[in-house]
């Protein structure tokens, strides 16, 4: 039946009972009679209200469904063309639908858990509390555990590892080296903080790059041997000519018993002078290395960055006014604080800004730009940017490695130099540049 024709035809049959229970008080019908009408009543008002609260019922039911995950629950349909068949049948769409989506969310669950578990890079997820929620096959091949319930454990196996973990913030990264039976491993830890429905947790990343830097530092070794050959034989190769002429004359001299003239003694005094020369360049070559070997440990400290361009403007200001340099500085905010070794802070900046200048030597804008900010993960920038010639992209890739140098007159060592400081102070120095507009150096102070 149609649950409207329903409905009227209750609120009908009780509108007549009503009806004759106020004839029956009015006529007089008798107490038996009028309690029968009453009684009747009041049956008709509780099913009437238990029959208009049917369908609320089956509605409160299907949300609790709902709110439960219970998708499988089916409600009957006659095909009868009444508004409870209707209403039965869009339960059942719904549901069907609901479970359709619950069953391709619990398939991309396992599979992205599947993809997550079974990645060659290390991957661990923890929450506020520490508790571990995924911990992966890679990653308890190199810690070599079989399971970790919270991430506290970890400082079992390597107090490093758990201290630049429970450390890092977003970006973060850290190079720890662990044991392992396979021979120590250099692991790269790289952690991220998400919030996901009001909870903060952490993704930290541990990749092996032992044979990525085994690979690299061989590289740079073959490069500095390069370098280092080269420079010695282009040193060598002379004295070694000029100390066999000098030898030859004077033997044949020696010889044939002929004296020793002034013009003689002066081409050797000429021969020693010269070998003399190279030898000193050869020495303080020798120097430039073992200053780039042995660079004293940073003593940390907080320097005012806003002080520090003060000090380098006066410090400069001589060269830039000479060559008619104008020199900015930018900071933001003006109170910026970095926490670092002052004195080798300061002497990359003047690597950086003595480059500056002398790329700027014929160029028509002469302008250099000294800016400090914080990024938007929360790293400390310094910036020295310059309107010069730029660099090649050839030579972009080789401005750090020890010697190498463009310039006509230099050691090769400054950039080198200031990347090991950065590295000492955990950050890092990067390199933008564009032929014709200038270049661009990023000091990276990961805090």
Same mark, same amino acid.
């Given at each position: 039946?149609? &649950?409207?024709?329903?409905?009227?035809?209750?609120?009908?049959?009780?509108?007549?009972?009503?009806?004759?229970?106020?004839?029956?008080?009015? !006529?007089?019908?008798?107490?038996?009679?009028? /309690?029968?009408?009453?009684?009747?009543?009041?049956?008709?008002?509780? $099913?009437?209200?238990? &029959?208009? *609260?049917?369908?609320?019922?089956?509605?409160?039911?299907?949300? !609790?469904?709902?709110?439960?995950? #219970?998708?499988?629950?089916?409600?009957?349909?006659?095909?009868?063309?009444?508004?409870?068949?209707?209403?039965?049948?869009?339960?059942?769409?719904?549901?069907?639908?609901?479970?359709?989506?619950?069953?391709?969310?619990? +398939?991309?669950?396992?599979? $992205?858990?599947?993809? $997550?578990?079974?990645?060659?890079?290390?991957?661990?997820?923890?929450?506020?509390?520490? !508790?571990?929620?995924?911990?992966?096959?890679?990653?308890?091949?190199?810690?070599?555990?079989?399971?970790?319930?919270?991430?506290?454990?970890?400082?079992?196996?390597?107090?490093?590892?758990?201290?630049?973990?429970?450390?890092?913030?977003?970006?973060?990264?850290?190079?720890?080296?662990?044991?392992?039976?396979?021979?120590? %491993?250099?692991?790269?830890? &790289?952690? @991220?903080?998400?919030?996901?429905?009001? *909870?903060?947790?952490?993704?930290?990343?541990?990749?092996?790059?032992?044979?990525?830097?085994?690979?690299?530092? %061989?590289?740079?070794?073959?490069?500095?041997?390069?370098?280092?050959?080269?420079?010695?034989?282009?040193? @060598? +190769?002379?004295?070694?000519?000029?100390?066999?002429?000098? #030898?030859? =004359?004077? =033997?044949?001299?020696? !010889?044939?018993?002929?004296?020793?003239?002034?013009?003689?003694?002066?081409?050797? %005094?000429?021969?020693?002078?010269?070998?003399? #020369?190279?030898?000193?360049?050869?020495?303080?070559?020798?120097?430039?290395?073992?200053?780039? +070997?042995?660079?004293?440990?940073?003593?940390?400290?907080?320097?005012?960055?806003?002080?520090?361009?003060?000090?380098?403007? @006066?410090?400069?200001?001589?060269?830039? =006014?000479?060559?008619?340099?104008?020199?900015?500085?930018?900071?933001?905010?003006?109170?910026?604080?970095?926490?670092?070794?002052?004195?080798?802070?300061?002497?990359?900046?003047?690597?950086?800004?003595?480059?500056?200048?002398?790329?700027?030597?014929?160029?028509? *804008?002469?302008?250099?730009?000294?800016?400090?900010?914080?990024?938007?993960?929360?790293?400390?920038?310094?910036?020295?940017?310059?309107?010069?010639?730029?660099?090649?992209? *050839?030579?972009?890739?080789?401005?750090?490695?020890?010697?190498?140098?463009?310039?006509?007159?230099?050691?090769?060592?400054?950039?080198?130099?200031?990347?090991?400081?950065?590295?000492?102070?955990?950050?890092?120095?990067?390199?933008? /540049?564009?032929?014709?507009?200038?270049?661009?150096?990023?000091?990276?102070?990961?805090?």
């Amino acid at each position: 039946m149609d &649950y409207r024709v329903g409905l009227l035809g209750r609120i009908a049959l009780m509108a007549a009972s009503l009806f004759l229970l106020a004839y029956g008080i009015i !006529d007089d019908w008798g107490v038996f009679m009028i /309690s029968l009408f009453l009684i009747l009543v009041v049956f008709q008002l509780i $099913f009437l209200l238990r &029959y208009s *609260e049917s369908s609320f019922k089956k509605v409160r039911v299907f949300l !609790d469904n709902i709110k439960q995950d #219970k998708y499988s629950q089916l409600y009957p349909v006659k095909f009868d063309g009444t508004e409870t068949d209707d209403l039965h049948i869009e339960f059942n769409a719904i549901l069907a639908k609901l479970k359709e989506d619950q069953a391709e969310k619990e +398939a991309n669950y396992q599979y $992205f858990r599947s993809v $997550f578990k079974h990645l060659s890079i290390g991957l661990i997820t923890f929450g506020e509390n520490g !508790d571990i929620q995924i911990l992966n096959v890679a990653a308890k091949r190199i810690l070599q555990v079989d399971e970790l319930k919270n991430i506290s454990e970890i400082e079992g196996v390597n107090k490093e590892l758990h201290l630049a973990i429970q450390n890092l913030r977003t970006g973060g990264s850290e190079l720890i080296k662990i044991a392992h039976p396979d021979g120590i %491993m250099q692991l790269s830890v &790289y952690v @991220i903080e998400l919030l996901m429905r009001g *909870e903060r947790f952490k993704l930290v990343s541990l990749q092996n790059i032992q044979s990525e830097l085994e690979e690299k530092e %061989m590289e740079a070794w073959q490069n500095l041997v390069k370098i280092l050959t080269h420079e010695i034989m282009n040193s @060598i +190769a002379p004295i070694s000519s000029l100390a066999g002429t000098l #030898k030859g =004359e004077l =033997e044949y001299k020696i !010889d044939h018993d002929e004296p020793l003239l002034p013009a003689d003694m002066e081409d050797c %005094m000429m021969g020693i002078s010269t070998i003399e #020369k190279r030898s000193e360049g050869l020495i303080s070559f020798v120097s430039d290395f073992r200053s780039l +070997a042995h660079i004293p440990p940073p003593k940390f400290g907080s320097i005012g960055i806003s002080k520090l361009f003060d000090q380098l403007e @006066i410090l400069l200001q001589n060269q830039l =006014e000479a060559q008619g340099i104008t020199l900015k500085k930018e900071l933001n905010p003006k109170e910026l604080i970095l926490f670092g070794d002052q004195n080798q802070i300061e002497q990359v900046l003047i690597n950086l800004l003595q480059n500056a200048i002398q790329a700027l030597e014929d160029a028509e *804008e002469k302008t250099i730009t000294l800016k400090a900010y914080i990024d938007e993960a929360g790293k400390i920038i310094l910036e020295v940017c310059d309107t010069g010639k730029g660099i090649e992209e *050839e030579a972009l890739s080789k401005i750090f490695i020890p010697f190498f140098t463009t310039k006509k007159k230099g050691s090769g060592i400054g950039l080198s130099l200031s990347k090991q400081i950065m590295r000492r102070h955990k950050g890092n120095i990067q390199v933008r /540049s564009t032929l014709g507009e200038g270049t661009t150096f990023k000091l990276i102070f990961n805090g």
